[in-house]
């Protein structure tokens, strides 16, 4: 079984009513997160999860409001009151991941006394305990490396694509998926390059073949969000939902 939360389905741009990029992704035994934006710790506890039990983080890229909370979650699990982690902490993340972690996160939140951290690239495909875990890399930022990831468990299959352009990679990635969650950050007639629009998710879900697609990372902005849930509907025939903080995706 899979169960994915979404913890916060808006940007960088600060909201009240959607938090920073954020996901965590239930097995039966283990609790990972998707991107760790700001405001991600407080938005597990009101999801009724606990940060204590985060197995590990799976990064798209390391702009800050799809990685701000991570430095807080290894200090939270280093610093709460009579509680002391001994398991690993795993965290992958695109190319170059490695270097940030030591030079933008070790700084901050120095290495625990009680448990390890472990850093990986993610760039092949992979077992993470039972889970198999899929990368490619997709076209965001000329700064930084950016991935996408596809989580296959028991013949089920959730595609989270992070913040990323209109690509031939992710529809290769995204085949046959139960359920695919986009970068959707503004409607069609907003379009900016690094971001997907509306129209093109759902170009993406039709050429895919998906199930579900869920529109996330989604920027306020004027427009009604029916415009863009009727934007990515013209496109597919996939059943496609507005992502929503705390929604919840089995």
């Known amino acids: 079984m899979m169960k994915l939360t979404i913890l916060g389905s808006g940007t960088g741009v600060p909201s009240l009513a959607r938090g920073s990029p954020g996901y965590l992704l239930s ?131 959730i595609v989270l694509s992070g913040d990323c352009e209109n690509d031939p990679a992710i529809e290769s990635l995204a085949r046959n998926a139960d359920i695919l969650i986009l970068d959707c950050s503004f409607p069609d007639a907003l379009k900016v390059n690094g971001h997907l629009s509306a129209g093109e998710c759902g170009r993406i879900a039709a050429r895919a073949n998906v199930k579900t697609l869920i529109l996330s990372h989604l920027y306020p902005v004027p427009s009604e969000d029916d415009t863009r849930l009727a934007e990515a509907q ?15 995706l089995e």
């Open 27 to 157: 097995l039966r035994d283990r609790q990972y997160l998707v991107d760790c934006g700001s405001g991600t710790l407080r938005q597990l506890i009101r999801a009724g999860a606990d940060y204590k039990s985060i197995d590990g983080a799976f990064i798209t890229h390391t702009h800050p409001d799809h990685i701000g909370d991570l430095a807080p979650l290894i200090h939270a699990l280093k610093a709460t009151p009579d509680f002391r982690r001994e398991s690993p902490l795993r965290l992958f993340g695109p190319p170059g991941f490695e270097t940030y972690f030591k030079q933008c996160v070790t700084p901050t939140a120095s290495k625990p006394k009680h448990f390890a951290i472990e850093v990986v690239e993610a760039s092949e495909p992979m077992y993470v305990d039972d889970l198999s875990v899929t990368t490619c890399p997709v076209r965001h930022s000329q700064h930084m490396n950016s991935v996408a990831y596809r989580f296959e468990l028991a013949g089920r299959s």
């Open 234 to 248: 013209a496109n597919c025939r996939a059943n496609v939902r507005l992502a929503e903080d705390f929604m919840i």
